[in-house]
């Protein structure tokens, strides 16, 4: 069982920056898979960025590819989302997920813990 809770949204300017954080409860943290996932009003989740357990393996939607990085830190249970170079169209609710799939996955369907998320709002 994993209990995530994810911060770190706000508002932000149209070329700014927000580093996202999700903390996890459980002592396998390591051993999971991490995702990060977003959704706008009247659009259905979609991918972000993913990571391994290891932190060996990222990958990143096309969208934020180049703009986005995401990392983990298994020794503080945590896993991030550094975002620069943020637009309008960034805008949405962010979620951290937790897969059992440990080099991650693009896959909403493959997660099994979500937190409750964390609203971005990039104006412009």
């Known amino acids: 069982q994993v209990q995530l809770v994810d911060s770190g949204g706000g508002l932000v300017q149209a070329g700014g920056s927000l580093r996202l954080s999700c903390a996890a409860s459980g002592r396998t943290f390591s051993s999971y898979g991490m995702g990060w996932f977003r959704q706008a009003p009247e659009d259905e989740r979609e991918f972000v960025a993913t990571i391994s357990w290891s932190s060996a393996t990222t990958t990143y939607a096309d969208s934020v590819k180049g703009r986005f990085t995401i990392s983990r830190d298994n020794a503080k249970n945590t896993v991030y989302l550094q975002m620069n170079s943020l637009k309008p169209e960034d805008t949405a609710v962010y979620y951290c997920?937790?897969?059992?799939?440990?080099?991650?996955?693009?896959?909403?369907?493959?997660?099994?813990?979500w937190g409750p998320g964390t609203q971005v709002t990039v104006s412009s």
């Open positions: 997920a937790a897969t059992y799939v440990s080099g991650g996955s693009k896959r909403p369907g493959d997660y099994t813990y």
